[in-house]
C-alpha cells in the first residue's frame, strides 16, 4: 500500500491550500482516511478524518469550520481543503489510511497502518 502526498507549500496567514492524497495498492474506497501533522519539537496530532463511505467526518477542534476533508472514491483520492490558514497551521501534513475495512474513521493514530510521506505546509505571519 502506497500513499502519496502532495499540495503542500508556503502561504501567508489568511491564505488557503488544498492537500491531495492518492492511495494504491488496496481497495481505496472500503477504508476510512486521515490527515494528521506534526510540527518541530510537537507530537504528531490529528486533524481530520473521514469514514470510508464519506459521509462521517471528525476534525481536531482547532481546524473546525476551517479545514474540510472530502474524498473520491473513483480517483483513489482523500483531499484536506485548508482555508484561513494561521502559523500555528504550519506542519509536515500526513495522510494515512486505516488498518481495518468499513471503519467510521478515527482519530487514534494507532489504528492507521500505512502513512504517506508527509507534505510541509508553512504559514507566514
Known amino acids: 500500500v502506497q500513499l502519496q502526498a502532495f499540495g503542500g507549500g508556503l502561504v501567508q496567514a489568511g491564505g488557503s491550500l488544498k492537500l491531495s492524497c492518492v492511495v494504491s495498492?488496496?481497495?481505496?474506497?472500503?477504508?476510512?482516511m486521515g490527515w494528521f501533522r506534526q510540527a518541530p519539537g510537537k507530537e504528531r496530532e490529528f486533524v481530520a478524518s473521514i469514514s470510508w463511505r464519506g459521509g462521517r467526518t471528525s476534525y481536531q477542534d482547532s481546524v473546525k469550520g476551517r479545514f474540510t476533508i472530502a474524498r473520491d472514491n473513483a480517483k483513489n483520492t482523500v483531499y484536506l481543503q485548508m482555508n484561513s490558514l494561521k502559523p500555528e497551521d504550519t506542519a509536515v501534513y500526513y495522510c494515512?489510511?486505516?488498518?481495518?475495512?468499513?471503519?467510521?474513521?478515527?482519530?487514534?493514530?494507532?489504528?492507521?497502518?500505512?502513512w504517506g510521506q508527509g507534505t510541509q505546509v508553512t504559514v507566514s505571519s
Open positions: 494515512a489510511t486505516v488498518r481495518d475495512p468499513y471503519n467510521s474513521g478515527s482519530r487514534d493514530r494507532s489504528e492507521y497502518g500505512y
Open positions: 495498492g488496496r481497495t481505496f474506497s472500503i477504508y476510512a
